[in-house]
């Protein structure tokens, strides 16, 4: 099974256990208490350090002549959940994991937070076999260069905001509704509301990164809602 992921992801780990732990979620090893089996909260918290600065040495790189805010924006655009939830799916990255029953049977495997957040450890457990070089590398062919492009995560705010004006939705409203976490590793969950309704809800490690979460899954509703009219 791990070589099979290996292969989607085109790295091969020289220590396998660093990927196997990776893959598990706290779920199971909390049924597995006895065992002592550890979870990938740790890599977690490793490959979401990684990927911040492997992405913004790539827009930094990619855009010479773009400010900072433009840069932040679009940085927390592409390695919203949804996003990285998305190139999760790409690698099959769902099918590997080992969850406990009951995130199982609640489908856990399908989750954007949970299939973000193992991506994220996958990125620290490279960085930990190959150094930075390895994850960076991960990062710009499987995130950026895969999501550079993609209308849903180009800059998810703004695109929201230009649809519904669009269509006299009326207005958005962001609230903060969640966090969790020490603080030099907080995670925020935000809302979109579209005239007073839940549109979208998303999460990330700023404020920022949760708001445009929750404007792509509002973005991606509002177009599955388009085509079933169709």
Known sequence: M?????????YEFKNKTL????????????EHRKEHI?????????????????????????????PEGWLSKKRAA??????????????????????????????????????????EAVIG???LDGGFDAAEKFVRRFVMDKMIDHPAYSDAKTRLQEA????????????????QGPEHDRTFTAEVKIDGKISGTGSGHSKKMAEQ???????RRLNEEAEHRI
């Open 213 to 219: 979460a929750a404007a792509a899954e509002a973005l």
């Open 2 to 10: 791990l070589q099979q992921l290996e292969k989607a992801i085109g």
């Open 125 to 127: 457990a490279m960085l």
């Open 164 to 179: 519904v004006q669009g269509a006299l939705m009326g207005e958005i409203e962001y609230c903060t509704v969640d966090e």
């Open 19 to 30: 990927l196997a732990t990776a893959l598990i979620h706290s779920s199971f090893s909390n």
């Open 78 to 119: 592409l390695v919203c959940e949804p996003s990285l939830a998305e190139c999760a799916r790409a690698v099959d990255l769902g099918s590997h994991l080992q969850l406990g029953r009951g995130e199982d049977k609640n489908q856990g495997r399908q989750r954007d937070s949970l299939l973000s957040d193992a991506f």
């Open 38 to 66: 550890p979870n990938n909260e740790r890599l977690e918290f490793l490959g979401d350090a990684a990927l911040e600065l492997a992405s913004s040495r790539y827009l930094y790189e990619k855009f010479p002549d773009e």
